[in-house]
């Protein structure tokens, strides 16, 4: 069962984040590496902060993490979320990824269930249209 409702708008790539949303329908989460540092960085972009190659890779990381940040969710920003309310909206610090934080939603825990530091593990959450989005799960 879908964490977020039916109708919950997906995320549409584009050309930097394409290759993202590729390994999410294979089921794997690869982070995007600048080609000559190595720092990983995400949301995906066409240059690196660090040392401003074009050069870039994306590597598949483990998919677990901990909890960086949280909020809970009590007003619906999107008519299809109303019947979602309250659920939460996490940034999860990969594990093996350097510095990335993925936003993302821990599935199985309820609003007084989250806790900076929780540590969580990904799963797969399939959508209307073939793919997959990376959630989270309590580890």
């Known amino acids: 069962m879908a964490y977020l409702p039916e109708g919950t708008p997906l995320p549409a790539a584009d050309l930097d984040d ?3 949303w590729e390994g999410c329908r294979r089921r794997e989460l690869r982070i995007q590496r600048c080609a000559d540092c190595g720092r ?7 240059v690196c902060p660090a040392c401003r190659s074009f050069g870039a890779e994306f590597v598949e990381v483990p998919g677990t993490g ?11 920003v999107h008519p299809a979320l109303k019947a979602a309310v309250p659920y939460n909206i996490a940034v999860v610090l ?7 934080r993925l936003v993302s939603n821990v599935v199985d825990a309820r609003p007084g269930e ?4 929780m540590r969580v593990r990904l799963r797969w959450e399939p959508t209307s249209d073939g793919s997959y989005l990376p959630r989270f799960e309590k580890a």
């Open 66 to 76: 901990t909890v960086f940040t949280y909020t809970v969710a009590h007003h619906p």
């Open 94 to 100: 990969l594990d093996g990824a350097g510095d990335v």
């Open 18 to 20: 394409s290759p993202y």
């Open 40 to 46: 990983f960085r995400h949301p995906p972009s066409p």
């Open 114 to 117: 989250m806790a900076v530091g």
